[in-house]
């Protein structure tokens, strides 16, 4: 099994500057990469897919970078509603299933 | 809209059986593969089985095979998951989700339901 760790578990940053969070896989996933944002009591929601591409209205803000084993999200001039906990999610080794991170909380510093 | 509902989660006794229920609608359900995830108190995400659009191939991590059952009524836009034989380290929200189908090289979800609150406890 993929085993997919993020760095860091906490992130404190100010509103209006950039948010970076990292995404590290235990063996290569290629590009097969997702990151999904969840606020408290919230559903996930899919944010970028194949490790850059960004959701259906997702805003440029977001962006996803890396293949193989290491990804990033970044997330430039952060406002209020971005606050919350992102999970990267690989989909490139089956079986035994698709893998989480362990999640980033992102919070307002 | 593009809408997932899910609903039959409680409180159980450990060793007792619930069935979870989602209902899709705002789009052709009988096109996608859906997928239940689940996500233990103030833990992660944890990927728990799939099914196939016709319901002709089904998954299920390990730690739930031979307790719980997926299955699916395109008829009825409807996705269960068949719970038995609970276990403590079974209480989460459960979510359904779809999957997207476009992503390369698997699977990756969007939109999921609200969840349902499973808690097994005595």
């Known amino acids: 099994e993929i085993v997919m760790t993020q760095s860091p578990a906490t992130l404190s940053v100010s509103p209006g500057e950039r948010a970076t969070l990292s995404c590290r896989a235990s063996q290569s996933v290629s590009s097969s990469l997702a990151w999904y944002q969840q606020k408290p009591g919230q559903a996930p929601r899919l944010l970028i897919y194949d490790a850059s591409t960004r959701a259906t209205g997702i805003p440029a803000r977001f962006s996803g970078s890396g293949s193989g084993t290491e990804f990033t999200l970044t997330i430039s001039g952060l406002q209020s509603v971005d606050f919350a906990v992102y999970y990267c999610?690989?989909?490139?080794?089956?079986?035994?299933?698709?893998?989480f991170g362990q999640g980033t909380k992102l919070e307002i510093k | 809209e593009v809408q997932l509902v899910e609903s039959g989660g409680g409180l159980v006794q450990p060793g007792g059986s619930l069935r979870l229920s989602c209902v899709a609608s705002g789009f052709t359900f009988s096109n996608y593969w859906m997928s239940w995830v689940r996500q233990a108190p103030g833990k992660g995400l944890e990927w728990v089985a799939n099914?196939?659009?016709?319901?002709?191939?089904?998954y299920y991590v390990d730690s739930v095979k031979g307790r719980f059952t997926i299955s699916r009524d395109n008829a009825k836009s409807s996705l269960y998951l068949q719970m038995i034989s609970l276990r403590a380290e079974d209480t989460a929200v459960y979510y359904c989700?779809?999957?997207?189908?476009?992503?390369?090289?698997?699977?990756?979800?969007?939109?999921w339901g609200q969840g349902t609150l499973v808690t097994v406890s005595s």
């Open positions: 999610q690989q989909y490139n080794s089956w079986p035994p299933g698709y893998t």
């Open positions: 989700a779809r999957d997207v189908g476009y992503c390369i090289g698997g699977s990756c979800y969007s939109p």
């Open positions: 099914i196939k659009q016709d319901g002709s191939e089904k």
